[in-house]
């Protein structure tokens, strides 16, 4: 069987940054393409980030700039979680630039041309690909299927007792693609909040190459930040790794509906009509954590 066409949507951010890592790293996996969003940095950031990880790992997929602000409002960053510029490990200075056209562009164009072919892992807010769906729904209806990090289903959220970032991030953008009709898989903190690195496990993941060293940057300059609390978890990693090996997660179906404002902002809630999607909802904590260090190594 050949490997997963996948374009990853992503916004580095550390955990999405260890993500990229892991995916590069991945035999199993075949990345068409990066599209850039803004969340846990603003939109400059986010893209520099990508191409200064790609650059120093010598990769040369291609990086398309997207969403600046998320379909309604703006995006509140999380830059006391990632530290300066979302990603403060002292990479150099991208040599790469992003693509003329655009994340929402890309993903259009590659829907329209291999349909049924592509594979969307979404890292970040959904906005990009909210916007494809409400452009380019022709298109959209090509797409394989989208495993996107986000949501809380059965537990509570990080941002508020709700909401998990990436969808209070744009709840407009996360009900448009929960109502798409295209094959959703959410990996949300039911099961991603079950796999970290403490302090005392550091350094992690060990080993002395490349990846490895900036692996362990990365989760070192996470751990350093107070908001933390000297735990920090593997969000994004898993998702890639649930790419690669979905049975390391197991699953259920529910039809889910995300509140839109108000106080429950960002809320995946279960609802009896609907579309339904597939929510991970417990993991194989030592061979997920296992997988995602082979791939840091």
């Not at 508020?160 to 709840?171: K, L, W």
Request: negative net charge; charged residues 20%.
């Amino acid at each position: 069987m050949g490997s997963k066409k996948i374009i990853i949507d992503t916004d580095p951010g550390t955990d999405d940054a260890l993500a990229l890592l892991i995916a590069s790293n991945s035999n199993e996996l075949e990345i068409l393409g990066v599209t850039t969003v803004g969340g846990n940095a603003n939109i400059c950031d986010t893209t520099r980030n990508t191409l200064s990880m790609l650059d120093y790992i010598g990769s040369r997929v291609e990086v398309y700039k997207g969403a600046t602000n998320p379909l309604s409002g703006t995006f509140q960053y999380a830059y006391h979680i990632h530290g300066k510029n979302g990603l403060d490990v002292g990479l150099p200075s991208p040599t790469s630039v992003a693509q003329t056209k655009s994340a929402e562009e890309y993903i259009a164009d590659i829907s329209k041309n291999y349909p049924q072919f592509v594979t969307i892992v979404a890292l970040g807010p959904l906005t990009n690909i909210a916007k494809v769906i409400g452009s380019h729904n022709s298109e959209s209806e090509n797409i394989k299927e989208i495993i996107v990090m986000g949501g809380a289903v059965n537990v509570s959220g990080n941002v508020t007792q709700f909401a998990e970032f990436n969808i209070y991030s744009d709840p407009h953008a996360a009900k448009v693609v929960i109502d798409s009709g295209i094959p959703i898989t959410l990996i949300g903190l039911d099961v991603t909040n079950q796999i970290s690195v403490i302090k005392d496990d550091m350094p992690w993941p060990g080993g002395s190459t490349k990846i490895s060293n900036l692996a362990t940057c990365l989760i070192s300059s996470g751990l350093s930040m107070p908001s933390l609390r000297s735990v920090y978890h593997l969000h994004d990693p898993l998702v890639i790794a649930a790419t690669v090996m979905p049975d390391l997660l197991q699953f259920e179906e529910f039809k889910l509906d995300v509140i839109l404002d108000g106080p429950e902002r960002g809320r995946t809630i279960k609802k009896n009509e609907g579309r339904s999607v597939s929510v991970a909802i417990d993991v194989n904590v030592p061979s997920a954590k296992e997988l995602i260090k082979s791939r840091l190594i």
